[in-house]
Protein backbone atom coordinates (compact mmCIF):
# COMPACT_ATOMS: atom_id res chain seq x y z
CA UNK A 1 0.00 0.00 0.00
CA UNK A 2 2.38 2.26 1.21
CA UNK A 3 4.49 1.56 -2.49
CA UNK A 4 1.58 2.51 -4.20
CA UNK A 5 1.04 5.23 -2.57
CA UNK A 6 4.39 6.77 -3.13
CA UNK A 7 4.74 6.07 -6.71
CA UNK A 8 1.07 7.49 -7.10
CA UNK A 9 2.67 10.90 -5.45
CA UNK A 10 5.66 10.59 -8.01
CA UNK A 11 3.12 10.50 -10.66
CA UNK A 12 1.24 13.86 -9.37
CA UNK A 13 4.71 15.65 -9.24
CA UNK A 14 5.82 14.96 -12.49
CA UNK A 15 2.67 15.62 -13.87
CA UNK A 16 2.71 19.05 -11.90
CA UNK A 17 6.65 19.96 -13.54
CA UNK A 18 5.51 18.85 -16.89
CA UNK A 19 2.17 21.50 -16.83
CA UNK A 20 4.44 23.69 -15.46
CA UNK A 21 7.08 23.16 -18.69
CA UNK A 22 4.01 23.71 -20.63
CA UNK A 23 3.21 27.21 -19.34
CA UNK A 24 5.13 29.76 -21.26
CA UNK A 25 5.54 33.14 -20.17
CA UNK A 26 5.18 35.79 -23.25
CA UNK A 27 8.34 37.35 -23.68
CA UNK A 28 8.77 40.18 -25.95
CA UNK A 29 10.93 39.48 -28.56
CA UNK A 30 14.12 42.06 -28.96
CA UNK A 31 15.04 43.59 -32.31
CA UNK A 32 18.32 42.78 -32.81
CA UNK A 33 21.26 45.96 -33.79
CA UNK A 34 22.67 46.77 -37.32
CA UNK A 35 25.57 44.31 -37.82
CA UNK A 36 27.83 46.80 -40.40
CA UNK A 37 26.94 50.34 -38.16
CA UNK A 38 26.11 48.73 -35.03
CA UNK A 39 24.33 51.72 -33.97
CA UNK A 40 20.67 51.50 -34.81
CA UNK A 41 18.17 48.74 -34.93
CA UNK A 42 18.10 46.44 -37.34
CA UNK A 43 15.31 46.73 -39.96
CA UNK A 44 15.95 43.84 -42.53
CA UNK A 45 17.12 40.88 -42.43
CA UNK A 46 18.83 39.55 -45.64
CA UNK A 47 18.48 35.81 -46.26
CA UNK A 48 21.58 35.23 -48.82
CA UNK A 49 24.07 37.77 -46.93
CA UNK A 50 22.65 36.17 -43.47
CA UNK A 51 23.03 40.02 -42.17
CA UNK A 52 20.94 41.78 -40.07
CA UNK A 53 20.63 45.64 -41.53
CA UNK A 54 19.22 49.13 -40.83
CA UNK A 55 17.43 51.41 -43.65
CA UNK A 56 20.86 53.15 -44.14
CA UNK A 57 23.50 50.19 -44.50
CA UNK A 58 20.82 48.04 -46.21
CA UNK A 59 20.22 50.18 -48.94
CA UNK A 60 24.19 51.02 -48.97
CA UNK A 61 24.98 47.35 -49.39
CA UNK A 62 22.11 46.15 -51.95
CA UNK A 63 22.39 48.41 -55.30
CA UNK A 64 19.99 47.65 -57.85
CA UNK A 65 21.97 45.10 -58.88
CA UNK A 66 22.10 43.02 -56.03
CA UNK A 67 18.52 43.44 -54.41
CA UNK A 68 17.27 41.22 -57.99
CA UNK A 69 19.36 38.30 -56.67
CA UNK A 70 19.16 38.54 -52.58
CA UNK A 71 16.21 38.05 -50.56
CA UNK A 72 15.97 40.76 -47.49
CA UNK A 73 13.45 39.84 -44.84
CA UNK A 74 11.41 43.36 -43.67
CA UNK A 75 10.53 42.63 -39.95
CA UNK A 76 7.31 42.65 -38.51
CA UNK A 77 5.84 42.29 -35.34
CA UNK A 78 6.27 40.34 -33.70
CA UNK A 79 9.80 40.00 -34.18
CA UNK A 80 11.02 36.36 -35.76
CA UNK A 81 14.27 35.47 -35.49
CA UNK A 82 15.22 34.53 -39.76
CA UNK A 83 18.41 32.56 -38.12
CA UNK A 84 16.19 30.26 -36.29
CA UNK A 85 14.64 28.84 -39.01
CA UNK A 86 15.74 25.00 -39.79
CA UNK A 87 16.09 24.35 -43.42
CA UNK A 88 16.35 20.37 -42.85
CA UNK A 89 12.50 20.28 -42.06
CA UNK A 90 9.75 19.50 -44.11
CA UNK A 91 8.35 22.60 -45.24
CA UNK A 92 4.88 20.73 -45.26
CA UNK A 93 4.78 18.53 -42.23
CA UNK A 94 7.61 20.31 -40.26
CA UNK A 95 9.46 17.23 -40.24
CA UNK A 96 12.91 16.18 -40.63
CA UNK A 97 13.93 15.55 -44.42
CA UNK A 98 15.08 12.10 -44.56
CA UNK A 99 14.69 10.53 -48.04
CA UNK A 100 14.93 11.75 -51.51
CA UNK A 101 12.22 11.31 -54.15
CA UNK A 102 13.14 10.71 -57.73
CA UNK A 103 10.13 11.72 -59.54
CA UNK A 104 9.42 14.50 -57.78
CA UNK A 105 13.20 15.63 -57.10
CA UNK A 106 12.85 16.96 -54.02
CA UNK A 107 13.74 15.94 -50.43
CA UNK A 108 10.88 14.48 -48.71
CA UNK A 109 10.06 13.58 -44.58
CA UNK A 110 8.26 10.48 -43.61
CA UNK A 111 5.28 11.58 -43.67
CA UNK A 112 5.68 12.57 -47.57
CA UNK A 113 6.92 8.86 -47.86
CA UNK A 114 3.76 7.63 -47.46
CA UNK A 115 2.13 9.58 -50.25
CA UNK A 116 4.95 8.57 -52.82
CA UNK A 117 4.75 5.29 -52.01
CA UNK A 118 0.73 4.96 -52.62
CA UNK A 119 1.55 7.11 -56.36
CA UNK A 120 4.71 4.26 -56.86
CA UNK A 121 7.43 6.91 -56.87
CA UNK A 122 10.97 5.72 -56.47
CA UNK A 123 12.57 6.80 -52.89
CA UNK A 124 16.00 6.74 -52.51
CA UNK A 125 18.08 7.01 -48.68
CA UNK A 126 20.13 10.34 -48.43
CA UNK A 127 23.60 7.92 -48.03
CA UNK A 128 22.50 6.42 -51.79
CA UNK A 129 21.33 9.77 -53.45
CA UNK A 130 24.60 11.44 -51.96
CA UNK A 131 26.64 8.03 -53.57
CA UNK A 132 24.49 9.23 -56.95
CA UNK A 133 25.26 12.65 -56.60
CA UNK A 134 28.87 11.96 -56.26
CA UNK A 135 29.16 9.49 -59.19
CA UNK A 136 27.52 12.00 -60.79
CA UNK A 137 29.67 15.21 -59.93
CA UNK A 138 33.10 12.58 -60.76
CA UNK A 139 31.78 11.85 -63.79
CA UNK A 140 31.40 16.00 -64.35
CA UNK A 141 35.18 16.70 -62.99
CA UNK A 142 36.46 13.65 -65.68
CA UNK A 143 34.56 15.50 -68.47
CA UNK A 144 36.06 19.09 -66.98
CA UNK A 145 39.65 17.45 -66.35
CA UNK A 146 39.57 15.92 -70.05
CA UNK A 147 38.73 19.29 -71.37
CA UNK A 148 41.33 21.33 -69.33
CA UNK A 149 44.00 18.20 -70.84
CA UNK A 150 42.38 19.14 -74.20
CA UNK A 151 42.54 23.13 -74.12
CA UNK A 152 46.28 22.79 -72.86
CA UNK A 153 47.32 20.66 -75.87
CA UNK A 154 45.15 23.02 -78.09
CA UNK A 155 47.01 26.17 -76.06
CA UNK A 156 50.52 24.40 -76.39
CA UNK A 157 49.71 23.67 -80.05
CA UNK A 158 48.75 27.27 -80.53
CA UNK A 159 52.02 28.88 -78.87
CA UNK A 160 53.76 26.47 -80.90
CA UNK A 161 52.10 27.84 -84.52
CA UNK A 162 52.18 31.16 -83.08
CA UNK A 163 56.41 30.54 -83.09
CA UNK A 164 56.42 28.64 -86.31
CA UNK A 165 54.08 31.70 -87.58
CA UNK A 166 56.82 34.37 -86.54
CA UNK A 167 59.74 32.96 -87.92
CA UNK A 168 58.12 32.29 -91.19
CA UNK A 169 56.80 35.97 -91.19
CA UNK A 170 60.64 37.06 -90.36
CA UNK A 171 61.43 34.58 -93.15
CA UNK A 172 59.11 36.07 -95.72
CA UNK A 173 60.47 39.65 -94.47
CA UNK A 174 63.51 39.23 -95.16
CA UNK A 175 62.93 37.58 -98.58
CA UNK A 176 60.93 40.25 -99.30
CA UNK A 177 63.24 42.74 -98.43
CA UNK A 178 66.19 41.13 -100.54
CA UNK A 179 64.04 40.46 -103.57
CA UNK A 180 63.06 44.31 -103.70
CA UNK A 181 66.74 45.24 -103.54
CA UNK A 182 67.17 43.25 -106.52
CA UNK A 183 63.82 44.21 -108.29
CA UNK A 184 65.32 47.74 -107.38
CA UNK A 185 68.88 47.08 -108.88
CA UNK A 186 66.60 45.27 -111.80
CA UNK A 187 64.99 47.98 -112.77
CA UNK A 188 67.63 50.49 -112.51
CA UNK A 189 69.46 48.07 -114.87
CA UNK A 190 66.83 47.89 -117.25
CA UNK A 191 66.37 52.05 -117.06
CA UNK A 192 69.87 52.83 -118.08
CA UNK A 193 69.09 49.93 -121.11
CA UNK A 194 65.70 51.00 -121.98
CA UNK A 195 66.84 54.69 -122.08
CA UNK A 196 69.93 53.75 -124.02
CA UNK A 197 67.80 51.97 -126.28
CA UNK A 198 65.51 54.79 -126.55
CA UNK A 199 68.04 57.05 -127.83
CA UNK A 200 69.40 54.35 -130.38
CA UNK A 201 65.85 54.48 -131.51
CA UNK A 202 65.98 58.58 -131.77
CA UNK A 203 69.51 57.99 -133.81
CA UNK A 204 67.92 55.17 -135.83
CA UNK A 205 64.55 56.87 -136.81
CA UNK A 206 66.27 60.09 -137.52
CA UNK A 207 68.80 58.40 -140.11
CA UNK A 208 65.50 56.58 -141.04
CA UNK A 209 63.63 59.95 -141.74
CA UNK A 210 66.88 61.48 -143.16
CA UNK A 211 66.45 58.35 -146.03
CA UNK A 212 62.63 58.96 -146.69
CA UNK A 213 62.77 62.57 -147.15
CA UNK A 214 66.30 62.13 -149.69
CA UNK A 215 64.12 59.11 -151.24
CA UNK A 216 61.26 61.79 -151.47
CA UNK A 217 63.72 64.13 -152.71
CA UNK A 218 65.34 61.38 -155.32
CA UNK A 219 61.33 60.99 -156.93
CA UNK A 220 61.19 64.43 -157.09
CA UNK A 221 63.79 64.73 -159.24
CA UNK A 222 62.60 61.77 -161.04
CA UNK A 223 59.14 63.33 -161.60
CA UNK A 224 60.82 66.51 -162.64
CA UNK A 225 62.66 64.45 -165.32
CA UNK A 226 59.42 62.72 -166.56
CA UNK A 227 58.37 66.09 -166.89
CA UNK A 228 60.94 67.35 -169.02
CA UNK A 229 60.58 63.75 -170.85
CA UNK A 230 56.89 64.71 -171.08
CA UNK A 231 58.01 68.22 -172.48
CA UNK A 232 60.70 66.72 -174.96
CA UNK A 233 57.78 64.32 -176.26
CA UNK A 234 55.02 67.45 -177.00
CA UNK A 235 58.09 68.90 -178.85
CA UNK A 236 58.84 65.79 -180.97
CA UNK A 237 55.86 65.11 -181.67
CA UNK A 238 54.88 68.77 -182.79
CA UNK A 239 58.03 68.54 -184.94
CA UNK A 240 57.17 64.43 -185.63
CA UNK A 241 60.21 63.25 -184.87
CA UNK A 242 57.99 59.34 -184.31
CA UNK A 243 60.86 56.97 -183.53
CA UNK A 244 62.14 59.60 -180.60
CA UNK A 245 58.85 60.11 -178.86
CA UNK A 246 58.19 55.90 -179.23
CA UNK A 247 61.73 55.42 -177.40
CA UNK A 248 61.28 58.19 -174.64
CA UNK A 249 57.34 57.33 -174.01
CA UNK A 250 58.34 53.41 -174.03
CA UNK A 251 61.24 54.07 -171.35
CA UNK A 252 58.74 55.94 -169.14
CA UNK A 253 55.79 53.68 -169.45
CA UNK A 254 58.51 50.93 -168.03
CA UNK A 255 59.79 53.31 -165.85
CA UNK A 256 56.10 54.07 -164.46
CA UNK A 257 55.38 50.25 -164.66
CA UNK A 258 57.78 49.47 -162.06
CA UNK A 259 57.07 51.72 -159.50
CA UNK A 260 53.73 50.36 -159.48
CA UNK A 261 55.26 46.63 -159.17
CA UNK A 262 57.28 47.87 -156.15
CA UNK A 263 54.47 49.47 -154.72
CA UNK A 264 52.06 46.81 -154.72
CA UNK A 265 54.42 44.36 -153.07
CA UNK A 266 55.52 47.34 -150.56
CA UNK A 267 51.42 46.91 -149.76
CA UNK A 268 51.17 43.31 -149.30
CA UNK A 269 54.09 43.71 -146.70
CA UNK A 270 52.43 46.21 -145.35
CA UNK A 271 49.30 43.71 -145.27
CA UNK A 272 50.44 40.38 -143.99
CA UNK A 273 47.20 39.11 -143.82
CA UNK A 274 47.02 34.87 -143.15
CA UNK A 275 44.13 32.99 -142.06
CA UNK A 276 44.21 31.85 -138.41
CA UNK A 277 43.81 27.79 -137.66
CA UNK A 278 42.25 28.40 -134.10
CA UNK A 279 39.27 30.42 -135.48
CA UNK A 280 38.77 27.91 -137.81
CA UNK A 281 34.50 26.80 -137.45
CA UNK A 282 34.67 23.24 -136.36
CA UNK A 283 37.97 22.80 -137.76
CA UNK A 284 35.73 22.62 -141.38
CA UNK A 285 38.61 24.70 -143.45
CA UNK A 286 41.87 23.31 -144.54
CA UNK A 287 44.52 25.59 -144.88
CA UNK A 288 47.98 25.23 -147.09
CA UNK A 289 50.94 27.80 -148.18
CA UNK A 290 52.20 29.25 -144.64
CA UNK A 291 47.93 30.00 -143.92
CA UNK A 292 47.38 31.84 -147.37
CA UNK A 293 45.37 28.91 -148.97
CA UNK A 294 41.63 28.24 -147.81
CA UNK A 295 39.43 25.21 -149.28
CA UNK A 296 36.52 23.34 -147.92
CA UNK A 297 37.27 19.33 -148.76
CA UNK A 298 33.96 18.71 -147.08
CA UNK A 299 30.32 17.84 -149.20
CA UNK A 300 28.17 18.00 -146.18
CA UNK A 301 29.29 21.39 -144.31
CA UNK A 302 30.00 24.71 -145.45
CA UNK A 303 32.88 26.35 -143.27
CA UNK A 304 33.85 29.50 -142.07
CA UNK A 305 37.46 30.94 -141.09
CA UNK A 306 39.01 34.25 -139.85
CA UNK A 307 42.37 36.22 -140.71
CA UNK A 308 45.17 36.78 -137.71
CA UNK A 309 45.20 40.65 -137.95
CA UNK A 310 43.32 43.26 -136.27
CA UNK A 311 42.27 46.20 -138.37
CA UNK A 312 41.12 49.09 -136.40
CA UNK A 313 42.93 52.07 -137.66
CA UNK A 314 44.22 53.48 -141.11
CA UNK A 315 43.48 52.21 -144.74
CA UNK A 316 43.83 48.19 -145.76
CA UNK A 317 43.21 46.16 -148.62
CA UNK A 318 42.72 42.67 -148.33
CA UNK A 319 42.95 41.07 -151.89
CA UNK A 320 41.93 37.00 -152.39
CA UNK A 321 42.15 35.54 -155.81
CA UNK A 322 39.56 32.69 -156.62
CA UNK A 323 41.60 29.64 -157.05
CA UNK A 324 38.86 26.68 -157.78
CA UNK A 325 35.17 27.40 -157.76
CA UNK A 326 32.47 24.54 -158.33
CA UNK A 327 30.01 24.55 -161.37
CA UNK A 328 28.50 28.17 -161.24
CA UNK A 329 25.11 26.85 -162.57
CA UNK A 330 24.50 25.70 -158.80
CA UNK A 331 22.96 28.61 -157.40
CA UNK A 332 24.16 27.15 -153.53
CA UNK A 333 27.29 27.11 -154.31
CA UNK A 334 28.74 30.18 -152.72
CA UNK A 335 32.24 32.19 -151.61
CA UNK A 336 31.30 34.76 -149.03
CA UNK A 337 34.14 38.07 -148.07
CA UNK A 338 33.89 40.38 -145.88
CA UNK A 339 34.89 41.30 -142.07
CA UNK A 340 33.85 40.23 -138.64
CA UNK A 341 33.61 42.38 -135.03
CA UNK A 342 36.69 40.82 -133.35
CA UNK A 343 34.79 40.28 -130.10
CA UNK A 344 32.21 38.14 -131.98
CA UNK A 345 34.74 35.90 -133.23
CA UNK A 346 34.82 33.48 -130.32
CA UNK A 347 30.89 33.44 -130.59
CA UNK A 348 31.07 32.36 -134.39
CA UNK A 349 33.80 29.67 -133.55
CA UNK A 350 31.61 28.22 -130.56
CA UNK A 351 28.09 29.06 -131.54
CA UNK A 352 27.80 29.93 -134.86
CA UNK A 353 26.53 33.42 -134.76
CA UNK A 354 27.75 35.72 -137.65
CA UNK A 355 26.99 38.53 -135.28
CA UNK A 356 28.56 41.57 -136.12
CA UNK A 357 29.66 40.30 -139.67
CA UNK A 358 30.21 42.59 -143.05
CA UNK A 359 30.49 40.57 -146.06
CA UNK A 360 29.85 40.07 -149.67
CA UNK A 361 27.32 37.25 -151.12
CA UNK A 362 28.47 36.47 -153.91
CA UNK A 363 24.41 34.34 -154.51
CA UNK A 364 22.34 37.00 -154.07
CA UNK A 365 21.15 40.32 -154.99
CA UNK A 366 22.16 43.56 -153.18
CA UNK A 367 18.72 44.89 -151.92
CA UNK A 368 19.11 45.83 -148.11
CA UNK A 369 20.36 44.75 -145.07
CA UNK A 370 20.24 41.14 -144.15
CA UNK A 371 20.98 38.38 -142.19
CA UNK A 372 21.50 34.79 -142.44
CA UNK A 373 17.70 33.90 -142.69
CA UNK A 374 17.40 36.87 -144.85
CA UNK A 375 15.71 38.92 -142.43
CA UNK A 376 16.15 42.18 -141.94
CA UNK A 377 18.28 43.69 -139.34
CA UNK A 378 18.12 47.67 -137.74
CA UNK A 379 21.80 48.09 -136.59
CA UNK A 380 23.22 46.38 -139.88
CA UNK A 381 25.40 43.67 -138.26
CA UNK A 382 25.08 41.77 -141.87
CA UNK A 383 25.82 42.65 -145.43
CA UNK A 384 24.05 46.67 -146.59
CA UNK A 385 23.56 45.43 -150.77
CA UNK A 386 23.61 47.97 -153.02
CA UNK A 387 24.24 46.44 -156.12
CA UNK A 388 21.53 45.44 -158.32
CA UNK A 389 22.42 42.63 -160.35
CA UNK A 390 23.57 38.73 -159.08
CA UNK A 391 27.70 38.38 -158.67
CA UNK A 392 28.89 35.12 -160.72
CA UNK A 393 32.25 34.24 -159.49
CA UNK A 394 34.65 32.92 -161.86
CA UNK A 395 38.28 31.22 -161.63
CA UNK A 396 40.92 33.42 -161.06
CA UNK A 397 38.84 36.02 -160.49
CA UNK A 398 40.49 38.62 -158.31
CA UNK A 399 38.36 40.02 -155.33
CA UNK A 400 39.50 43.15 -153.51
CA UNK A 401 38.37 44.35 -149.65
CA UNK A 402 38.92 47.69 -149.28
CA UNK A 403 39.46 48.98 -145.06
CA UNK A 404 39.07 53.13 -144.23
CA UNK A 405 39.15 51.97 -140.30
CA UNK A 406 39.49 55.99 -139.58
CA UNK A 407 36.10 56.39 -141.45
CA UNK A 408 34.63 52.88 -140.45
CA UNK A 409 33.72 51.74 -144.07
CA UNK A 410 34.38 48.80 -146.10
CA UNK A 411 34.15 48.59 -150.19
CA UNK A 412 34.18 45.81 -152.35
CA UNK A 413 35.43 45.10 -156.05
CA UNK A 414 36.12 42.25 -158.31
CA UNK A 415 38.80 42.69 -161.06
CA UNK A 416 38.35 46.24 -160.26
CA UNK A 417 34.63 46.61 -160.77
CA UNK A 418 33.23 48.39 -157.73
CA UNK A 419 30.66 46.99 -156.20
CA UNK A 420 29.61 49.28 -153.40
CA UNK A 421 30.03 48.94 -149.69
CA UNK A 422 28.97 49.74 -145.99
CA UNK A 423 29.34 51.99 -143.08
CA UNK A 424 29.72 52.34 -139.39
CA UNK A 425 32.03 49.22 -139.06
CA UNK A 426 33.06 48.06 -134.95
CA UNK A 427 36.17 49.87 -133.31
CA UNK A 428 38.00 46.20 -134.22
CA UNK A 429 37.06 43.55 -136.97
CA UNK A 430 39.24 40.61 -139.11
CA UNK A 431 38.79 39.37 -142.30
CA UNK A 432 36.74 36.58 -142.76
CA UNK A 433 35.62 33.98 -145.35
CA UNK A 434 32.92 31.67 -145.44
CA UNK A 435 33.66 28.97 -148.13
CA UNK A 436 30.39 26.54 -148.97
CA UNK A 437 30.70 23.05 -148.86
CA UNK A 438 31.69 20.83 -152.42
CA UNK A 439 28.20 20.71 -155.09
CA UNK A 440 29.91 20.39 -158.23
CA UNK A 441 32.94 19.06 -158.92
CA UNK A 442 35.81 21.69 -158.04
CA UNK A 443 36.40 22.92 -154.27
CA UNK A 444 35.81 26.42 -152.67
CA UNK A 445 39.79 27.25 -152.47
CA UNK A 446 40.68 30.65 -152.15
CA UNK A 447 44.43 32.84 -151.69
CA UNK A 448 45.31 35.90 -150.27
CA UNK A 449 47.83 37.68 -152.34
Not at 260 to 270: A, G, H, M, T, V
Not at 425 to 433: M, Q, T
Amino acid sequence: MNKSRSSQKKKQKSEGTKRRRDIRIPVEPKIPQCEVCEEKKADFYCTECKVHYCQNCESEVHTSFLKKKHKEFIFQEPYVSQEKTNSNLCDKHNKELCLYCKDDNELICTKCYVNCRINNHSILDLDEYSNEISEKIKIILNKIKNVEIQNNEIMQKSFELKNKFKIEIQKLSNLIENQSDLLIQKIQKSKINHLNLLLKVGIISDTKFDQIINKNEAKQKDLNKTKKQIKTMKKLKKDKKIIKLIRESKEIIEKEEEIEILRLNQSKKETGEEFDPKINRENQIKLKNKNKIAWNPSSLKYGSICGKKIYSRGKHQIKIKIDQFPNTKNEINYINLGVIKTENMENLIKNGEYEGTYYFHNYLNWDGKIDSQKKKKENGNYILEKYSEKIILKKNDIFTISLDMDKKKISFKINEKELGGWENLPEKVNFLATLDYQKGEEKNQITII
